[in-house]
């Protein structure tokens, strides 16, 4: 009887053991929102890294990137259900401290993506160095300009960490560099939607009739602005440089009603994400910041290979239907 008790206790522990070798490793991948494309290709890129690592990815983020509440409760509901990691980019750099927190407090790692969160703990941080972006926006449109004349800069949404870094670099680049440019507006916030930068930049374009050029740090800010001028006769005429990239401003950019657009590489960002989350995972050490590349496209440059690759990734080779 002794003997069947000591076999059996064997067995047991060899089925336990198996049990914890063959359970999948699961990342959970929290975008700011769902639909738009830069989201879309970040999901892409992680999906490439958990298809090499042989891991899974479960995707999930807000309908809206001003729902702060929705985004608190997929981190928390992923804590509930024990993920093995989390890759996050947080709606808002106060609002997600105290969720990553719990997950740190469950032995849950935390990767930041795209913008920046308070407090510590979270083992990496993986973004364009946004404050950088917008320096390089400031160059480009003074360089429009010819040294001298009038801009405008929209804000996109307080809380927001990555456009905020844009905002500011735009605003240094052009105090440290461009003694012929005069700032006239710098602290209009226009709202996470294109309705809301519509409304807001023809508020600015009544107000300020003699622009000569405008940045906006992000898509909807950038999309927004576009149909602002285009109400007022000026799409076109009045430099617009913005960030990020959708087909629509792509078409705008063929036609030169936008002048040049900030791109990052979203793909990079959700590869290079997933990946630092299975690094930390298997013991591997990780810096504690990575920088992702950006590019600035132009009519000129639009069409190129090398950028065409950045900007229309093959989201179907990854997403499938999902895409």
């Given at each position: ?30 975008p ?5 494309l830069?989201?879309?290709?970040v ?40 993920v ?5 980019a947080p ?19 935390v990767v930041?993506?795209d ?7 979270y083992s990496?941080?993986v973004?364009?160095n ?6 390089l926006?400031a160059q480009?449109?003074?360089e429009?300009l010819g ?51 519509l409304k ?5 374009l009544?107000?300020?009739?003699d ?7 992000n898509?909807s800010?950038?999309f927004g ?30 036609n030169?009603?936008?002048h040049?657009?900030?791109?990052q ?6 590869y ?27 009519p000129?440059?639009?069409a190129d ?19």
């Amino acid at each position: 009887m002794l003997k069947w008790f000591c076999v059996l206790g064997f067995m047991s522990s060899l089925w336990l053991l198996s049990c914890s070798k063959s359970k999948e490793i699961e990342i959970a991948l929290i975008p700011k929102g769902s639909d738009i494309l830069f989201w879309k290709t970040v999901h892409a890129g992680g999906e490439k890294a958990a298809q090499e690592l042989g891991v899974k990815v479960i995707w999930q983020g807000p309908q809206k990137e001003s729902d702060r509440e929705q985004q608190i409760n997929i981190v928390q509901n992923f804590i509930s259900r024990g993920v093995s990691a989390i890759v996050l980019a947080p709606l808002d750099e106060n609002a997600l401290v105290r969720p990553v927190k719990s997950a740190l407090k469950r032995k849950i790692p935390v990767v930041i993506i795209d913008s920046g969160l308070k407090g510590e703990g979270y083992s990496s941080f993986v973004a364009t160095n946004n404050f950088a972006g917008g320096q390089l926006a400031a160059q480009k449109l003074t360089e429009m300009l010819g040294g001298k004349g009038k801009v405008i800069l929209m804000r996109f949404n307080e809380g927001s960490n990555s456009t905020h870094n844009r905002e500011e670099g735009f605003l240094d680049w052009l105090k440290e560099n461009a003694k012929g440019i005069k700032v006239l507006s710098s602290d209009q916030y226009a709202g996470v939607t294109i309705e809301l930068a519509l409304k807001t930049g023809q508020n600015l374009l009544n107000k300020y009739s003699d622009v000569d050029g405008i940045f906006c740090p992000n898509e909807s800010t950038t999309f927004g602005m576009l149909r602002a001028l285009k109400t007022v006769g000026k799409a076109g005429k009045v430099k617009l440089v913005g960030f990020d990239y959708t087909d629509p401003i792509a078409e705008a950019i063929r036609n030169r009603e936008i002048h040049g657009v900030i791109v990052q590489d979203p793909f990079a960002i959700g590869y290079t994400g997933v990946k630092t989350a299975v690094n930390v995972l298997n013991g591997v050490a990780v810096p504690e910041r990575v920088e992702t590349n950006v590019i600035f496209v132009t009519p000129e440059n639009i069409a190129d290979p090398d950028i065409v690759e950045i900007t229309s990734p093959n989201l179907e080779r990854w997403l499938g239907a999902n895409k």
